[in-house]
């Protein structure tokens, strides 16, 4: 297994950026965001794989970027134009259902 700890969360308003960081335990070539909003369920947001192919859910394209430092095992989430249905708490995951994931990071995005 490995141990996953996000963190960079907060409040921030419309408009606003936040940049969340992620330092798992050891190499995972798959590492995924997923968030899970107030009251919904889990949902996919991006992931970055050791190559470096990224891939972002429509709604996060153009507005969030993931990008990684393989030599620190830590995953970034730069979160730019941000809206307030982007609120939720933050996880990084070992695959995009979020089964392995760690304790989250919340994001509130409110004015």
């Known amino acids: 297994q490995v141990q996953l700890a996000e963190s960079g969360g907060g409040l921030v308003q419309p408009g606003g950026s936040l940049r969340l960081s992620c330092t798992a335990s050891k190499f995972t070539f798959y590492l995924y965001w997923i968030r899970q909003p107030p009251g919904k369920g889990l949902e996919w947001v991006s992931h970055?794989?050791?190559?470096?192919?990224?891939a972002y859910a429509d709604s996060v394209q153009g507005r969030f970027t993931c990008s990684r430092d393989t030599d620190k095992n830590t995953l970034y989430l730069q979160m730019n134009d941000l809206k307030p249905e982007d609120t939720g708490m933050y996880y990084c995951?070992?695959?995009?259902?979020?089964?392995?994931r760690g304790q989250g990071t919340q994001v509130t995005v409110s004015s």
């Open positions: 995951a070992t695959d995009f259902l979020g089964t392995e």
């Open positions: 970055c794989d050791g190559g470096l192919t990224t």
